[in-house]
T-cell receptor, first 118, second 114 residues
């Protein structure tokens, strides 16, 4: 299989502080990872594409200076929410692509991180 | 941007009944995926579809990739209590997984009454 972990699973912080969320592919290497955000009772929305060794690509409307992404190794991508505010409270989910060498590469999701900003 | 229209939004069924849900898009996707998400967890892949017209089964689940590449359906036969959850369709432009992020539908909330 393919396991993707996230840390922490939940975090509560004060407004104005920064929070770092880690996404790890545990049993495979992932040159590409994705970060999604999911508000309560809503769908997942793609925030950015994280590429190992290069800058992340952000979706329209997502502030790159607020959501800092670092993909420093083939198994780790981090998302830092800078100067978090209550409206940033959400469920953040990462995914990683496991390359199989065939046409059918698969995107595996982490368990998510619940961020609550007070 | 692209949008996926998923229906129904929610379903209340009796255990043992069959379930059907679908997604349509205003634009073409080259890959269609179906995920299930339990509360407080990440989505789990159920079925992946890579060819227009493809019909794929995974146990009691069957999904089809529409011939126009703009729609897909998921059927669940003989539902059981553990089928409860939110089902999402997702489309991807890149072929075979690729390196594109996914566009998700709004989800179908499946509730099973004993």
């Amino acid at each position: 299989g393919a396991v993707v972990s996230q840390h922490p699973s939940w975090v509560i912080c004060k407004s104005g502080t920064s929070v770092k969320i880690e996404c790890r592919s545990l049993d495979f290497q992932a040159t590409t990872m994705f970060w999604y955000r999911q508000f309560p009772k809503q769908s997942l929305m793609l925030m950015a594409t994280s590429n190992e060794g290069s800058k992340a690509t952000y979706e329209q409307g997502v502030e790159k200076d607020k959501f800092l992404i670092n993909h420093a190794s083939l198994t780790l991508s981090t998302l830092t929410v800078t100067s978090a505010h209550p409206e940033d409270s959400s469920f953040y989910i990462c995914s990683a692509i496991k390359r199989t060498g065939a046409a059918a590469d698969t995107q595996y999701f982490g368990p998510g991180t619940r961020l609550t900003v007070l | 941007g692209q949008q996926l229209n998923q229906s129904p939004q929610s379903m209340f069924i009796q255990e043992g009944e069959d379930v059907s849900m679908n997604c349509t898009s205003s634009s073409i996707f080259n890959t269609w995926l179906w995920y299930k998400q339990d509360p407080g967890e990440g989505p789990v892949l159920l079925i992946a579809l890579y060819k227009a017209g493809e019909l794929t089964s995974n146990g009691r689940l069957t999904a089809q990739f529409g011939t126009t590449r703009k729609d897909s359906f998921l059927n669940i036969s003989a539902s059981i209590p553990s089928d409860v959850g939110i089902y999402f369709c997702a489309g991807q432009l890149a072929l075979g997984g690729g390196a594109d992020g996914l566009t998700f539908g709004k989800g179908t909330h499946l509730i099973i009454q004993p």
